[in-house]
């Protein structure tokens, strides 16, 4: 980004900073005027930074993407959110950036566990966020952390004490409902010692240019268990930026499933630190048609002896549609009896779809098991004459054998709610009308 683009977004940043949550918080107005001040120099990533080299931002530029200062009342139809409200799930419903408490389903939650807006936690548990906002990444980590750090309005505060074990998931809903928007929303998740949870991050929006921009850090405790979701089918006029970043204590389990369909540009990081025998379990889909591109990055730091991870990331691309895998398995010099696998693959639906993966092992340790698989391809058309064989025109042929390759991941869905709205995004894209039961 230009120093003249970045300018105008410190301009604009003096007329809400008085906004924004934490105002009496020194040691966030610390951490916001240091981000402030990164971004001011840096502004947004470029193509000249590695980890930015498949992915244009500069599109960002032409536009000037302002904060709503406040929550709009009445802006989300109730059917169009029951599309979205996970029925068996603990809900946080987020507008533009903003909480919204008569949206929000909090009935039923044990008293013992924090479920609140990032601006609400601010005033009321502000000793514990202190120790943890900023702690699982730092704004020196990207321009994008930098940024959120600073503009941020609002996001969700979870806190599950030790062996509370939550019976529903704490669902997040991002709704996105006006046009050249930023939503900068940030998000601590803490479970503590033998602790379990679920949590779901939705994005969503009505049919409008906007940025979303979303940073979780997450706790992990000693023998605690968390199975984070992501959700990703904003508008595909959006812009979005979603960074997940994990501190994983003794023995504790970590799993992800990221599903990204939505977007013009969108671009996820999830990275994980692992500490002695952590586990962690990275999968991934991403769907990609007309002119989207959807960027995933992946790190998993292996920091301490004998740790356990698996990643498996899947793309399907069609028309012009770009996809970006860039997965990296760091093994410390005192991480061994490492165990880690990495598997990424592509199929592309046409000629102009495009793939950049990159797979890197960094191993500095001398008793470790670790490998790595990528494949890029097209469908088999052996497999398409089978169909056609079998009564199947060439075009359910086509749409069944590609989602037998997405469905793999819908299927290590468990919630119910989740994977049966998950399901239904992919076959609305790749749709099986006419074909026997007997055949899907």
Known sequence: MTTATASRYTAEYQTIAPALPGQSLPW?????S??????????????????????????????????????TAGSVDADWLKQHQLEDAWSVVLIDGHFSAELSVLDGLPESVSVMSMAEALNSQSALLEQHVGRAVANEENSFIAFNMAWFTDGLFVHVPAKQVLAKPVQLLHIATQADTLAAT????????????????????????????????????????????????????????????VKQARDARFRHHNFAFGSLLARSDIHTDLDHAS????????????????????RINHLKPRGISREVYKGVLGDRARGVFQGRVIVAQDAQNTDSEMNNRNLLLSEDA????????EIYADDVKCGHGVTVGQLDEKSIFYLQSRCVDEETARNMLTFAFANEMVDKVK????HDRILEQVLARFPQEGVKKEWL
């Open 186 to 245: 940030r998000n601590v998740v803490v479970v503590d010692d033998m602790a379990e949870a679920q949590v779901i991050e939705t994005f969503v929006g009505l049919d409008q240019a906007y940025l979303s921009a979303a940073v979780t850090e997450v706790f992990v405790g000693p023998n605690a268990d968390l199975t984070l979701f992501k959700q990703q089918s904003e508008s595909e006029k959006a812009y979005h930026f979603g960074g997940i970043y």
């Open 28 to 32: 966030l107005q610390q951490l916001r």
């Open 415 to 418: 919630i119910k709610s989740l």
């Open 279 to 298: 586990e962690c379990e990275l999968n991934g889909l991403f769907l990609g048609s007309k002119r989207q591109h959807i960027d995933n990055h992946t």
């Open 354 to 361: 495009e793939v950049d993966t990159k797979p890197q092992l």
């Open 34 to 71: 240091e981000a402030l001040a990164a971004f001011s120099v840096h502004g947004f990533p470029s193509l000249r930074e590695e980890e930015w080299r498949y992915t244009n931002v500069s599109a960002i530029e032409k536009k000037l993407f302002k904060p709503v200062t406040g929550l």
